[in-house]
Structure formats: C-alpha cells, structure tokens
C-alpha cells in the first residue's frame, strides 16, 4: 500500500493495448522524439509496492483518487517496440494518464478543451476489462532535478480481459482447479479477483468486493 500524502507529487496511469481499434480517439499521439514526463527506462530508480497482479478491477478508481487531492492534467498515446522481440517489429500501444497534486496543477489550454471527454474515456478504460496490475513508487523529478522526499506513482496495467465480448455478451472463462482442468459445467462470467482502491488516502489491492450487477458502460466518441 502507499499513501497518498503531499509528498507523493504524481500519480501516472499507464495502459498497454495490443489492439489499436480500442484506443480513445481523443488521446494526442506523441512522436518518438518528443520526451516523456517520466520514462522508468532511463530512471531505473522505482521501489516495486505492487507485484505483477492479474484480473484487477479499477471500477471506481480514478474517482477515489480526484477525491484524494488529485487532477488529471495530461494523457497521450504513443506506440512502442515490443522489448520481448529480439526482432523489433512486434509493438503495443501505450496510453498514458497523468494526475498531480491539485495544489500544483498546471493545465495546458489544449488539455482544457479535452479533458472532459477524456476522463470520460478513462472511466471506460476502467471499467470495462480487467488488468494486470503492477505499481512502483518513484523518485520525483522536476526540471529533470531529483527533489528529495518527493516521490511519483507509475501504475502499469496491460493483459486487458474485457468483461463483455464483440457482441455485447458477457465473457465467460472456465474455471480451472490447480492442474489446470476446468471446473464446472459451463464457463462462467469474469470476475475480478481483486480491486485497486484509494481509502482514506491509502493506496492499495484489496480482494474484491462483494459480487454486483454487470453494468455495460459507453463513452462517446470511442473507437468502435
């Protein structure tokens, strides 16, 4: 768990897609040449809080951390090279959000015109698959200075699994014992097996909550 204090400056949700088509059609792409933020590849310095954990739920997320003291001020997309590909041609598609203390928040006029749809994306992203999750708490950064005591959240999620298929059904996975032999009848509906929550400004994955209707949710303007 972390909490989240006036020394935590940052919070940064980054997504991983395989499938372009599910990509908010509102996020500015970002070129190659043009820096990042924050990149953990050339600041190797993070502190692992979260191991990798798969079918995460962040239903509800984004909204307990605004609560919290924070603001989204930028997201963007970018695609990558896969780094498991000895070859360099198999790539994702990063999608990135980024909030900060609302207390030190700096919105672009660019972002202002666009930030309500893409919040509203954001909770589609949310709350319309499971993730795998994996957090680590970062040094702070700014002006490319460390600032010491200060520090900055990079929440990585990717292994999407979507609660409901091309045809609007709801996905079904078998249930499986420790062999890996299915379990049951018939496969049943996905459920997250844990929750990425903020409360009382405390950070963490909790097991999931008790069992709750199934709520298909849409945003505008999204890829079909």
Not at 161 to 190: M, N, S, T, Y
Request: net charge positive; hydrophobic share 35%; glycine share 4%.
């Amino acid at each position: 768990m972390v909490i989240l204090d006036r020394n935590v400056r940052r919070v940064m949700l980054q997504f991983s897609f395989s499938n372009p088509e599910i990509i908010p059609i509102s996020m500015r792409r970002k070129t190659q040449s043009e820096p990042l933020s924050f990149d953990h590849k050339t600041r190797p310095n993070g502190t692992l809080v979260i191991n990798p954990t798969e079918k995460c739920s962040l239903a509800g997320f984004t909204r307990e951390l605004e609560m919290s003291g924070y603001e989204m001020v930028d997201a963007f997309y970018r695609k990558r090279i896969d780094s498991r590909d000895s070859g360099g041609k198999k790539k994702y598609h990063m999608v990135r959000f980024i909030f900060v203390r609302r207390e030190s928040s700096e919105l672009s006029d660019e972002f202002i015109k666009r930030r309500n749809i893409v919040q509203t994306e954001l909770l589609n992203i949310c709350s319309a698959a499971l993730w795998r999750v994996k957090l680590f708490k970062n040094k702070f950064y700014k002006d490319d200075r460390e600032i010491c005591g200060q520090h900055a959240l990079s929440i990585n999620l990717d292994a999407r699994q979507p609660h409901f298929c091309p045809d609007d059904q709801p996905e079904k996975i078998w249930k499986k014992d420790d062999k890996g032999k299915r379990v049951g009848e018939a496969p049943l509906p996905l459920k997250a097996d844990y929750v990425l929550r903020v409360d009382k400004n405390i950070l963490s994955l909790v097991e999931k909550p008790a069992d709750k209707a199934l709520v298909r949710f849409y945003a505008p303007d999204m890829v079909s």
